[in-house]
């Protein structure tokens, strides 16, 4: 991640925070009937986002068929100031399996249960389970009320958004 003079250490501050800290993201995908919205544990690890998703929910088979999804990273109710202005993160990604017998999936899978624990390991017994990768072609932080950067890939160089 760099930063551009109009950059403040808050803004990157908060992305690296959202990046690094957040335990789940929202995930938009299509759906047969239209959009459809769902949530998944995840890491990130260099430049793209991992999930490992069951075949059994729907948000698995929208992402094998189409693979662009948007994402969303945003502050936890709890600890927001506002509920109308949460800091968050969207992106909007393309989606590719990473094959199972591969040195990045089990990087990823160690990553994976750094993060989230033991309940990783059950997961990994079951079949139905798969590893997605979702890398960033573009996205926006916002910060509060009226603080908007885009997100430049790849590697998430935040750009101000200014009003015309």
């Not at 094998?64 to 600890?79: C, H, N, Q, Y």
């Amino acid at each position: 991640m760099s930063d551009t003079p109009q950059v403040d250490d808050e803004a990157l501050t908060l992305l690296d925070c959202l990046l690094e800290s957040s335990q789940t993201l929202q995930l938009a995908t299509s759906g047969e009937s239209g959009p459809e919205a769902s949530y998944a544990p995840f890491v990130f690890s260099q430049g793209a986002l991992y999930i490992y998703i069951s075949q059994l929910a729907g948000h698995t088979a929208n992402v094998i068929r189409s693979s662009a999804v948007g994402v969303m990273l945003i502050e936890d109710e709890a600890t927001s100031r506002n509920q109308f202005a949460r800091n968050r993160i969207t992106l909007q990604c393309t989606a590719e399996v990473v094959d199972a017998d591969s040195s990045e999936y089990e990087a990823r899978m160690t990553l994976y249960r750094q993060k989230h624990g033991a309940t990783v390991d059950l997961l990994r017994s079951l079949p139905d389970f798969m590893l997605f990768r979702l890398t960033p072609l573009q996205g926006r932080l916002v910060i509060g009320f009226g603080r908007a950067f885009t997100l430049q890939m790849p590697g998430f160089h935040l750009q101000p958004i200014t009003a015309k």
